[in-house]
T-cell receptor, first 116, second 115 residues
Framework: GAVVSQHPSWVICKSGTSVKIECRSL??????MFWYRQFPKQSLMLMAT?????????EQGVEKDKFLINHASLTLSTLTVTSAHPEDSSFYIC????????????FGPGTRLTVT | AQSVTQPDIHITVSEGASLELRCNYS??????LFWYVQSPGQGLQLLLK??????LVQGIKGFEAEFKRSQSSFNLRKPSVHWSDAAEYFC?????????????FGTGTRLQVTL
């Protein structure tokens, strides 16, 4: 149980375009979802926290107009990278928890984004 | 602000040998502490966590960790490593008083297991 999926697992897009990444909790309802960014050989950096039906809370330094997060249902959150640039290339990981703060996060396998 | 340090970027051990991965944290009080493992193509999996109580915590896959307040450490151990333990290991902390369980991760330790 407690499986989180991400789609796509990898994506290549051209500079200036937008790309959407989906995060789904497959067998539980996620009241809170988190989006992280991981650079090669580096740690996971929390980008934002989203609660179902409300606006996401972004961490300091994260551009909310560039990284649009929508948590429309208890099983789906999406991250849209708008007007992507090569520096947005990274590994994006989502996680979900059943009720917060439970400190029991379940992580998706991640999405590799490459912007050319 | 809380922070996590994992001093060892890469560790190589022989299968069957013991393992200790180091983790030090910086926080005003005792945070909640976690160890996660990340394998290629899979999401981070929680190995164990410490909130309070017994400072020696048992986790899955034969792992354990010991919280030492005086050293601000939460080192991960395993008495006998298996080849399947090769992966990236992350220590993480969370503020126990937050309204959301926001995790701060260390930079990770890559474990290589030789046969």
């Amino acid at each position: 149980g407690a499986v989180v999926s991400q789609h796509p697992s990898w994506v290549i897009c051209k500079s200036g375009t937008s790309v959407k990444i989906e995060c789904r909790s497959l067998d539980f309802q996620a009241t809170t979802m988190f989006w992280y960014r991981q650079f090669p050989k580096q740690s996971l950096m929390l980008m934002a926290t989203s609660n179902e039906g409300s606006k996401a809370t972004y961490e300091q330094g994260v551009e909310k107009d560039k990284f649009l997060i929508n948590h429309a249902s208890l099983t789906l959150s999406t991250l849209t990278v708008t007007s992507a640039h090569p520096e947005d290339s990274s590994f994006y990981i989502c996680s979900a928890e059943t009720s917060g703060p439970s400190y029991e996060q379940y992580f998706g396998p991640g999405t590799r984004l490459t912007v050319t | 602000a809380q922070s996590v340090t994992q001093p060892d970027i890469h560790i190589t051990v022989s299968e069957g040998a013991s393992l200790e991965l180091r983790c030090n944290y910086s926080y005003g009080a005792t945070p909640y502490l976690f160890w996660y493992v990340q394998s290629p193509g899979q999401g981070l999996q929680l190995l164990l966590k410490y909130f309070s109580g017994d400072t020696l915590v048992q986790g899955i896959k034969g792992f354990e960790a010991e919280f030492k307040r005086s050293q601000s450490s939460f080192n991960l151990r395993k008495p006998s490593v298996h080849w399947s333990d090769a992966a990236e290991y992350f220590c993480a902390v969370a503020a126990p008083t937050g309204t959301a369980s926001k995790l701060t991760f260390g930079t990770g330790t890559r474990l290589q297991v030789t046969l």
